[in-house]
């Protein structure tokens, strides 16, 4: 047992899992999710559903979320590097609308685990990026919502790195800023 480093950061929920990289002549092998392991570590949920998207330089995705069948992502880069953001939307928490980011990269190996209740996105580091996901409920297009990416009352610090705007979707670009 043990082949993932778990760590719980400072809003309840959210887990950074560092799989351990058994690496050889050949090349390297690693688990990249373990039911029981996550289980004894706080990620004690089903998957339903996996995603993988493929974006270019300074593409940014969200900051998304579902109001019916609410998503937890395990998230993780297989290819590139993102900053990855989840915003805290749990109605009654104590961290209600702090984020966290984090650096994922193919080099790092980094996943993390954003449970149901957060706003999710990314901004794209690297020349490409394909990104990886698992999600414990279906998408639901009906119910799908979002935040600004620059929401002042998030104040997300995105590492824009002389970006003037990154590059979003119409619809990522039109969210209603929170009042
Ligand atoms: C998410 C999703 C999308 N689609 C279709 C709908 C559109 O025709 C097309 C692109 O969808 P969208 O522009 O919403 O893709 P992203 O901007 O990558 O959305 C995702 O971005 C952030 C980072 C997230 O965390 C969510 O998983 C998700 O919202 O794929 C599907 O058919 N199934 C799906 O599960």
Redesign the pocket.
């Given at each position: 047992m043990g082949n993932f480093k778990f760590t719980q950061i400072d809003i309840e929920g959210l887990v950074i899992v560092e799989p351990k990289l058994f690496g050889d002549e050949r090349g390297y092998f690693m688990e990249t999710y373990h039911e029981e392991e996550f289980k004894n570590n706080g990620i004690s949920t089903s998957f339903v559903?996996d995603?993988q998207?493929m974006s270019k330089k300074g593409v940014l995705?969200?900051m998304?979320y579902q109001t019916r069948n609410p998503?937890g992502?395990l998230v993780r880069v297989l290819e590139g590097e993102v900053y990855d953001v989840a915003v805290d939307l749990r109605k009654g928490s104590p961290t209600f609308l702090k984020w966290h980011g984090i650096h994922l990269s193919c080099t790092n190996r980094k996943q993390f685990f954003i449970p149901e209740g957060f706003a999710?996105?990314?901004l794209v580091l690297s020349d490409v990026a394909v990104f990886s996901?698992k999600?414990t409920h279906f998408?639901d297009?009906g119910h799908?919502s979002g935040l600004l990416w620059n929401d002042p009352k998030l104040g997300i610090q995105w590492p824009l790195d002389g970006l003037v705007q990154p590059s979003l979707?119409d619809?990522?670009a039109n969210w209603k800023p929170l009042s």
């Open positions: 559903q995603n998207s995705r969200g998304h998503q992502k999710h996105g990314f996901y999600c998408y297009p799908e979707s619809k990522d």
